[in-house]
């Protein structure tokens, strides 16, 4: 299995694909939903070149959840296909009580290497807290314009995170992630973007020589403004431009 945060293929730092998002049915019919189609699409992400994975378990709804009886089988299934890290987000669209989410991160039988924890929401220290004390490795995600910079620097947790996941502003992203770097520079930084900052920030991360993120979660485009079939295919134009 390849580490996350390790020497990756995209210049020589992790590339994250992140595989599906919060996105409803009506917005894309690529999109990763159940078990089957997330292994599926992690395969396809890891055999373009991606180091590692995120992914969103939804139940049959199609809604978020923490709860092991959809985690368990997204993992188990993702793991039948590939040998690297995989990342679940532990956040309040997936479940948006606070106690709730720590009671569900305790129930989980079959744990990600990777969880995401959103440092502005409530409940976020003891989500990362309980996650930590499991055994899984907590990415600490950071937004411009939110209270999460703030009391992710007054945190107890902070040393103990794997790395920041910096959501760049669409503005002024990179003083704000070298402000990051300065404040926490023993923590590993992961630069990401939405929507029309997505591959803004993937360039910006490599400049930087920080892990990066892609992928359909992200933005449903390839950098030509072409409509995605996968984020293999992301992945793919990733490495591609890396060159």
Known sequence: ???????????????????????????????????????????????AG??????????????????PRVVGPALAAVRERVRVPVSVPADAWAEPDPE???????????????????????GAEETAAELLARGVAVEAVLLGGTTGPALFARSSLAARVRRIVAEVPRAGADAWVSGLRAAHGKVPVLLCGTG??????????????VACRIGLEDTLLLPDGARARSTAEQVRAALRDAR
């Open 1 to 47: 299995m390849r580490e996350g945060g390790g020497v990756g293929r995209q210049g020589g730092v992790p590339l994250q694909a992140a595989l599906n998002g919060t996105w409803g049915p009506g917005e894309s019919a690529v999109v990763p939903r159940d078990p089957v189609a997330l292994a599926e699409a992690a395969a396809g992400a890891v055999a």
């Open 50 to 67: 991606a180091d590692e994975v995120r992914i969103r378990p939804r139940t049959p709804c199609g809604g978020g959840s923490l709860s």
């Open 100 to 122: 709730r989410r720590v009671a569900r991160v305790r129930s989980w039988e079959l744990l990600p290497e990777l969880a995401c924890v959103a440092w502005h929401e409530p």
């Open 196 to 209: 029309a900052a997505a591959w803004p920030a993937l360039r910006l991360a490599r400049q930087l020589g």
